[in-house]
């Protein structure tokens, strides 16, 4: 009779695992002892090896090596010489074994843990009260998965999908960025004791507090600062106010240029998090939070890296009176790599931007204040530097601490010394 | 309001009938003089004398045809079978004459029969003495099947039987005979057919059965702190069984569990399963699930008879699985 495999439980907590390495091929014999698959859990990869003889079967539909399932789900079978595996036709009944599988180093095996099967007919098992509830809501319940401990999809799980909404990349990489830490408050919370105005949320309100609100809860947000010496940056200012015929770039314009060429050499950062995987971005388009009457609209600057810092200027300036006076096409708000937003002139120096997904960082800049500065130490020489603080939020999903920090660094490298890049 | 105790409760309503429908008349071992093995006619013999409180020998097939034939001649007996075991000795009797007669004389005869009596296990009571028969009767056409638990729905339930004109099984559990509980001053006949909601609650319906209900409703208050909130109801009438009203609490808790003493196979608990799956399949959550005593014969030795029957550690430990499922 047919044995399936699952997707075991390696330890009290482990809900899901991943499919590492088929040790075994699709039609490979094996014995009791033998090592027929890897499975990573908990960042660890752990050897399976097989209680049961038999004749291995990969489910045709079952996860590619890669793919992350939830514990019990079935991934194949194991078979007598000659028999069908149940996904054939005239297959003949199965036998669902917890016990098929243990980890080789078998200290975590929990035995007599109940694994049920999830799939039926390739769908997950769902309750007839979930099922009725999905087709009231228009919730599709074929990608959910079951909460309790029968596996099947519950009432629960469809409303809470419901509830929750649906988050397509489309929408993400819209019109809204979050200059400073200001969460937004959920419309629904009211303090019934106060006399308190209530006021209808726009719908650029409404849609900037779900996309920040998206981007707190589902980005693991990490936020570096650090100091610079913004004084040539400065300088490059004041020289070209005293002449004219040419173009005074902002601020941003020459952090959008900085950023856009930090980017390139950092591609890890120029990505997204996705349910499929990681989506690697080509081009550096540079997204510039600008605050309106209507909310915060992030036009996004195409390949400043690119472009003289005249260009980028002129069509930054053009981008943000558009965005003010409501002119902005959807277009012209999508598809940047990481956005920059600048709170300096309001005298902020460090703040935690959120990320604006799906880009997996922003940069804040802070005001640019003189300061005096320590130049050498030694001879105790100082100097009245601009200084200016960085603020840049990654998503550590996506990046670790010292790849970001090493992107933060070209930028000040570049902030601060401006010919490195004003001559390539 | 007066606080009476189960059996007072049924004697109260017996009491009352009697006086109201001289028609009525009890046969039974030891029922008259002696006042019922459980004091379920205690005093009515001083009241209504040796022909409405008739003794009777150990003849169980013989007095259930006589009350077949008394009831064909208009008057309404009540049988006290002091345990329900031995009306099996007269069953041909039940389901051929008694259950059967009005269809027969296309209801030109009634059939106002109580048949009365202890069921359930408890107090050493041994396989001839302990069994629950309410699946079995209901079964039977023609036979309405009274399981009530408090001494209100005794007293109430008591008086809808001897008012209508259907033979009635009025099974009395033996733990429950010495239970207290409020019980209306005013004159109250309980319908049959509509169950009673013991408790309210919201996370999962609990369908109990006699002394079920109380060992379930200390399991709720349990549980009530672990957050699991459980409705309690008690059908009361198992044939008619209201399933109206186990159906509107499953739409609002998605899960049932039927908790019974009796035996699982083709039991009650199957009954209500398969009527909640007919008609309520699309508000169920998850399988309704049965807790029953154990399909065996009852023990006489104590400790063993503990251990086939549902206990409330049991029963705490079906709802919590249940409800995580």
């Not at chain 1, 007598?80 to 996904?87: D, H, L, S, V």
């Not at chain 1, 940069?363 to 200084?387: N, Q």
């Not at chain 2, 009025?170 to 004159?187: A, M, Q, R, W, Y």
């Amino acid at each position: 009779m047919a044995t399936e495999i699952v997707m075991p439980k390696l330890g009290w907590t482990m809900e899901e695992g991943t499919l590492v390495e088929w040790k075994k091929q699709d039609g490979d014999r094996v014995s009791p002892g033998e090592i027929y698959m890897l499975v990573e859990s908990d960042k660890s990869v752990n050897e399976i090896e097989s209680f049961e003889e038999g004749i291995l079967r990969k489910l045709p539909n079952g996860p590619n090596v890669g793919e992350t399932v939830k514990v019990g789900t079935v991934i194949g079978y194991l078979l007598a010489p000659g028999e069908k595996a149940p996904f054939e036709k005239d297959a003949p009944s199965v036998q669902t074994s917890s016990a098929v599988a243990k980890p080789a180093s078998a200290a975590a095996h929990e035995a007599g843990h109940q694994l049920a099967p999830v799939l039926r007919n390739g769908l997950p098992r769902i309750s007839p009260r979930a099922l009725r509830v999905a087709r009231e809501l228009g919730v599709d319940w074929k990608s959910l998965t079951g909460s309790g401990t029968s596996a099947r999809i519950l009432e629960r799980d469809v409303r809470n999908a419901h509830a929750r909404p649906a988050v397509a990349p489309q929408a993400l990489a819209g019109p809204v960025s979050q200059p400073a830490g200001t969460a937004p408050k959920a419309p629904a919370l009211t303090i019934a004791a106060a006399p308190a105005v209530v006021t209808p949320p726009s719908a650029t309100r409404r849609l900037i507090a779900q996309r920040l609100q998206t981007s707190a809860q589902t980005t693991a947000a990490v936020t570096l600062t650090t100091e610079i010496d913004a004084t040539e940056l400065v300088k490059l200012r004041e020289v070209l106010k005293t002449r004219t015929g040419y173009v005074v770039p902002a601020y941003t314009d020459l952090f959008a240029k900085i950023c856009a060429l930090s980017l390139r050499l950092h591609p890890a950062i120029n990505a997204s998090w996705t349910d499929g995987g990681i989506v690697a971005r080509d081009g550096q388009d540079i997204g510039i939070a600008v605050q309106t009457d209507r909310g915060l609209l992030v036009p996004v600057l195409r390949s400043p890296a690119t472009k003289s810092v005249a260009t980028v200027a002129t069509e930054s300036a053009a981008l943000i009176q558009q965005a003010r006076e409501g002119t902005l096409g959807a277009g012209a708000m999508q598809g940047a790599s990481a956005t920059i937003t600048n709170l300096g002139m309001f005298g902020v120096d460090g703040f935690t931007p959120i990320v604006n997904l799906p880009e997996s960082a922003i940069l804040g800049m802070g005001r640019i204040v003189p300061k005096v500065v320590v130049i050498d130490e030694a001879t105790e020489k100082t100097a009245i530097r601009k200084m200016m603080v960085l603020s840049l939020t990654f998503d550590h999903r996506l990046v670790d601490g010292a790849p970001a920090a090493q992107f933060l660094a070209t930028i000040r490298e570049y902030a601060e010394q401006p010919y490195l890049w004003l001559t390539g | 309001m007066k606080e009476l105790t189960y059996t007072a409760a049924a004697r109260e309503a017996l009491t009352e009938e009697m006086a109201r429908d001289a028609t009525i008349f009890v046969m039974g071992e030891g029922i008259g003089k002696r006042g019922g093995n459980f004091n379920t006619t205690a005093g009515l013999f001083d009241l209504y004398g040796g022909v409405r409180l008739c003794d009777t020998p150990i003849t169980e097939r013989g007095f259930i045809g006589l009350a077949v034939g008394a009831a064909m001649t208009g008057t309404r007996p009540v049988i006290d079978f002091m345990f329900v075991d031995f009306i099996l000795d007269g069953m041909g009797e039940i389901m051929n004459q008694m259950a059967k007669m009005q269809y027969m004389s296309s209801g030109r005869l009634t059939m106002p029969v109580v048949l009365r009596g202890c069921i359930g296990i408890g107090g050493a009571s041994a396989t001839h003495h302990s069994g629950n028969y309410y699946a079995m009767f209901a079964n039977v056409p023609g036979l309405r099947v009274v399981v009530p638990t408090t001494p209100a729905d005794a007293k109430g339930l008591f008086k809808t039987a001897l008012r209508g004109y259907d033979p009635v099984l009025f099974l009395e559990h033996k733990s429950l005979l010495n239970t207290k509980g409020p019980v209306p001053e005013e004159d109250v006949a309980i319908p049959f057919g509509v169950a009673r909601i013991a408790r309210e609650g919201h996370s999962v319906t609990v369908v109990a059965l006699t002394v079920m209900v109380n060992r379930v409703l200390q399991v709720a208050d349990t549980l009530e702190k672990e957050g699991i909130s459980v409705e309690v109801i008690d059908p009361r009438t198992v044939s008619p069984l209201d399933t109206d009203t186990i159906c509107a609490s499953i739409k609002k808790t998605g899960r049932a569990l039927v908790v019974d003493e009796a035996f699982a196979p083709c039991g009650i608990g199957a009954e209500i399963a398969a009527r909640v799956m007919e008609t309520a399949f699309d508000e169920l959550d998850a399988p309704v699930r049965r807790l029953n005593g154990a399909f065996v014969p009852t023990p006489y030795s104590p400790p063993l008879e503990s251990v086939i029957v549902p206990s409330n550690d049991a029963i705490a430990t079906a709802i919590r699985d249940l409800v995580r499922e």
